[in-house]
């Protein structure tokens, strides 16, 4: 499940629980509803609530008896009143109780999402519609709203509990090293170690020292018992990082015991059975690795039970903007500032731009901008090589599909006009819904 803020719904009629609902899945919250008091006090004890949005004349047991209720219980939970029949020293009562807002049924979609918009910032939950936004598109930390990080947190959901070995492809920046995290830390045994090797960096000599451990006297320098990874991580998760760049002596050792499951520490005889789940990374492509010999494909088959590929971000380009305002935001808060204001121009520059550094590229860009910029970024905060990426992609080998290359043509051109449709559709040869929807594509 995609996390996202809760909101218990209060109401006695079952057609407006149900209109609310649909309100609710449509702003990106998730909805729990019930039509009577006694239940709803349930729900807020047994399940974590964001926000309580309540009718007041409910049968039996009113609504303001649940505010009053939660002004003791539970006074951090913001309330939005709704009600059919208003009634001034109602509304000064359920003010006086802690209720934020109060709507006057019947009240219009727009009405409703401000309300909670403004119930949400006063409360210091969210400061605006964006951060609900960003809320539904953040998995454990993640960020990403397109298709293919949607499907990813499903993948991780699905597979968190299972002891599968897990393979993460991508290119470098991607995220891989966050999506095995988000998997350990999801898991059942998130409180057993998560121990991150680098397989490139370790020494040979010390190979199996260091995967296994030693005992004293092992070897000259080895004044004590140690352990290797694979001990450290027992019970946990064993994160084998760059995984295409060991050298094939550590691919064979570390077949050996992900197959029989067991180690033996250097200078010891005595074998230690050791349970762990193994995550690997890698920016390499291991298939031609097996091909030319440099990678093994008994040990291939006995990590990539399940193959986790992170796009690369030019190919998701409906996450740029959202992890730009992730990263603006962060970064803002912890230097004290406003958030930085981008041009929807700067934006389209954004998105046609290649990140070849993926999102690590795109967060130390933004982070230096919080730094560097006060509010308003210009044009000439933008380094000419991300303005210029168009006409570098046609004449090196560096070619990319006919849609990409149209979409970053689009972008230039919008970029050029100061984002004015008319001019932009004008320029193009295309009217402007054409234009629409071809912007829609991204
Ligand atoms: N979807 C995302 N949402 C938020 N932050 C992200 C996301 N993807 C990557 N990052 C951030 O980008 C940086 C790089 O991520 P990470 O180290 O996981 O990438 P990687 O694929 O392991 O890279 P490398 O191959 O270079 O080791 C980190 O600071 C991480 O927090
Ligand atoms: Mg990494």
């Not at 499940?1 to 649909?22: F, G, Q, W």
């Not at 939660?70 to 000064?92: E, K, R, W």
Request: a negative charge.
């Amino acid at each position: 499940m995609i996390s996202k803020l809760s909101v218990l719904l209060v109401d006695d009629s079952h057609d407006m629980l149900e209109i609310l609902r649909r309100n609710m899945n449509e702003i990106g919250l998730n909805p729990v509803a019930t039509n009577n008091i006694m239940d709803a006090i349930e729900i807020l004890e047994n399940t974590e609530i964001d926000l309580v949005i309540t009718d007041l004349n409910i049968p039996e047991v009113s609504g303001i008896q649940l505010i009053k209720y939660m002004s003791q219980h539970f006074s951090s939970i913001p309330i939005l009143v709704i009600t059919g029949y208003p009634n001034v020293q109602d509304a000064v009562e359920v003010m006086k109780l802690g209720a934020m807002e109060y709507l006057i049924k019947p009240f219009t979609f727009d009405e409703l999402e401000d309300a909670i918009t403004k119930v949400f910032s006063q409360s210091g939950i969210a400061i605006d519609a964006t951060e609900i936004e960003t809320k539904r598109d953040n998995f454990h930390g993640i960020i990403g709203r397109s298709e293919a990080m949607q499907k990813l947190f499903q993948t991780i959901d699905k597979t968190k509990n299972n002891r599968a070995s897990v393979l993460i492809t991508g290119e470098s920046g991607t995220g891989k090293e966050m999506v095995a995290r988000a998997i350990h830390y999801n898991s059942d045994y998130s409180s057993a170690p998560f121990v991150s090797v680098n397989c490139a960096a370790i020494p040979e000599n010390l190979l199996e020292s260091e995967l296994f451990g030693h005992v004293k006297g092992a070897f000259t320098g080895a004044t004590t018992n140690r352990i290797g990874f694979f001990q450290a991580a027992n019970g946990g998760t064993l994160f084998l990082d760059e995984i295409g760049n060991s050298s094939l002596n550590v691919q064979a050792k570390l077949l050996r015991a992900i197959q029989e499951k067991e180690v033996v520490m250097v200078g010891d005889t005595k074998v230690q059975k050791v349970n762990l789940r193994i995550i690997s990374a890698t920016n390499s492509n291991l298939d031609e690795m097996i091909q030319s010999n440099s990678f093994r494909e008994d040990l291939y088959y006995r990590l990539n039970l399940i193959i986790i590929h992170i796009p690369p971000l030019r190919e998701r380009i409906g996450d740029i903007e959202l992890l730009i305002n992730f990263f603006n935001q962060k970064y803002s808060k912890e230097a004290g500032k406003k958030t930085l204001n981008f041009s929807s121009s700067i934006i389209e520059i954004f998105n046609s731009y290649t990140w070849p550094g993926n999102v690590r590229e795109l967060e130390n860009f933004i982070h230096r901008l919080v730094i560097m910029k006060d509010e308003k970024v210009t044009m000439e905060d933008i380094p000419n090589y991300m303005k210029m990426v168009i006409s570098n992609s046609t004449n090196d080998s560096n070619f990319v599909p006919l849609i990409e290359m149209e979409q970053k043509y689009i972008s230039k051109v919008l970029s050029a006009v100061n984002n004015n449709k008319t001019k932009a559709a004008e320029i193009l040869g295309i009217d402007r819904k054409t234009l629409r929807e071809k912007l829609k594509i991204k």
